[in-house]
């Protein structure tokens, strides 16, 4: 289990999150929710050990991730952040396989072995048709589903080893609706068939709802709601974080909740 207890953070003097605890258990979805700026982006990279709490602690199974070595942690935990940008030409294999670095001594290559798991990851995500293609040529979609190869690479493929966490920042931000619902059901399927635990942040309230079965809402880096999704997905949530009149309601054939935005609460 993933777990913030409690966590503030600032950059220099300016708060972004204060005393904000959650927890996603394993195999569980949780995703962070938020207008633009309430610290979605901030809580993601203090859940992956990439930023300090200035208070709180964040734990892995019950280990602070300070107490971990960075490979340890990097087998466990991966993150996908918002866009890829690469400055050389590395073609969508390289990229599979730099997910592999915490596997590797100071001054290893990769082995044959890495090369099957980067393969086996970029089949797991629909890319290996793609393998030799340069990832700059990719649409914005094949780089997001090739990203997640690579964060998929890091983990240890051992079955006995303890579960393991992704963790994606936006993931569906900037693309159409076909990579939309790919990505979706990529993230649907890496749960069920990979034992992945998920966080992911996002704005868009209608993927939420689709995928996640529990959510925090974050409004100017405090916790406004967290809890199942049908519990914090409500008309009064939504008004007091986004200052938007909503409608909320079940849809019928895919039995999840559906939000569709009416008006500002300043135009009602
Ligand atoms: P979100 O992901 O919800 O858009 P962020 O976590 O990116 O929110 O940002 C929260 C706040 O922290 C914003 O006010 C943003 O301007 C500020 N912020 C984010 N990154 C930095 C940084 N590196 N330095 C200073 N302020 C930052």
């Known amino acids: 289990m993933l777990r913030a207890d409690g966590v503030s953070f600032a950059y220099g003097d300016e708060a972004v999150l204060d005393e904000i605890t959650v927890s996603v258990s394993e195999g569980g979805l949780l995703g962070v929710l938020g207008p633009n700026g309430s610290g ?13 709490p200035a208070r709180g602690e964040v734990s892995l199974d ?12 990097a087998r466990r935990l991966a993150v996908v952040p918002q866009e890829t940008e690469l400055i050389f030409d590395y073609t969508v294999l390289d990229v599979a396989l730099m997910g592999r670095y915490p596997h590797l001594g100071p001054f290893e290559f990769e ?12 089949d797991a ?11 700059r040529t990719l649409s914005g979609g094949e780089r997001q589903r090739v990203a997640i190869a690579s964060a998929l690479a890091q983990f240890d493929t051992d079955v006995s080893s303890p579960g393991r966490v992704l963790l994606l920042d936006e993931p569906t931000a ?13 993230v649907a399927r890496l749960r069920e068939e990979h034992r992945t635990t998920v966080v992911l942040c996002t704005h868009d309230l209608n993927l939420a709802a689709r995928l996640c079965d529990h959510l925090a809402l974050l409004r100017e880096g405090t916790l406004a709601a967290a809890g199942r999704t049908d519990e ?5 949530t939504i008004a007091g974080v986004y200052g938007v009149e909503a409608d909320v309601h079940r849809h019928e054939a895919t039995d999840r909740l559906t939000v569709l935005p009416l008006r500002t609460k300043e135009s009602a």
Request: net charge positive; proline share 3%.
């Open 40 to 52: 979605k982006t901030t809580l993601l990279k203090l859940l992956a050990g990439l930023l300090t």
């Open 62 to 73: 019950g280990l602070r991730l300070h107490g971990f070595a960075r490979g340890a942690l």
């Open 111 to 122: 082995g044959p072995g890495d090369l099957d798991i980067a393969r086996r990851m970029l």
């Open 125 to 135: 995500t629909g890319t290996a048709h793609l393998e030799t293609r340069p990832f």
């Open 174 to 186: 900037s693309l159409d609706l076909a990579a939309q619902l790919d990505i979706m059901a990529l």
């Open 232 to 236: 914090v997905l409500t008309r009064d």
